[in-house]
């Protein structure tokens, strides 16, 4: 089992930054592909980034790309996703997930979810 743990979000203002950790415990995750995704209220959870086992290529959803950007610490069991020029639409839960089978832009593809960690952009 793994268990993930989501945190770094809060209130930040629009154009503002925030960096999430999604850190893992239980069986080890350096094997596994990690995502984010994300979702707001009243929508269904989209892809926003994922990051192969190794960190060395990532995928980014079209509407975050040149402004998140997901990396990993193996060492730590760790995955970031630092939010920069944040927008009010980027108003959401943000999860993490581990993935046995490698990167996906699927949730259904995503083995193991953490709780999520609320990220709130005001105008």
């Known amino acids: 089992q793994v268990q993930l743990v989501e945190s770094g979000g809060g209130l930040v203002q629009a154009g503002g930054s925030l960096r999430l950790s999604c850190a893992a415990s239980?069986?080890?995750?350096?094997?596994?592909?990690m995502g984010w995704f994300r979702q707001a209220p009243g929508k269904e959870r989209e892809f926003v980034a994922a990051?192969?086992?190794?960190?060395?290529?990532?995928v980014y959803a079209d509407s975050v790309k040149g402004r998140f950007t997901i990396s990993r610490d193996k060492a730590k069991n760790t995955v970031y996703l630092q939010l920069n020029s944040l927008k009010p639409e980027d108003t959401a839960i943000y999860y993490c997930?581990?993935?046995?089978?490698?990167?996906?832009?699927?949730?259904?593809?995503?083995?193991?979810w953490g709780q999520g960690t609320q990220v709130t952009v005001s105008s």
């Open positions: 239980g069986r080890t995750t350096s094997t596994y592909a």
């Open positions: 990051i192969t086992w190794s960190g060395l290529n990532t």
């Open positions: 997930g581990a993935n046995k089978g490698g990167t996906s832009m699927r949730g259904t593809s995503y083995d193991y």
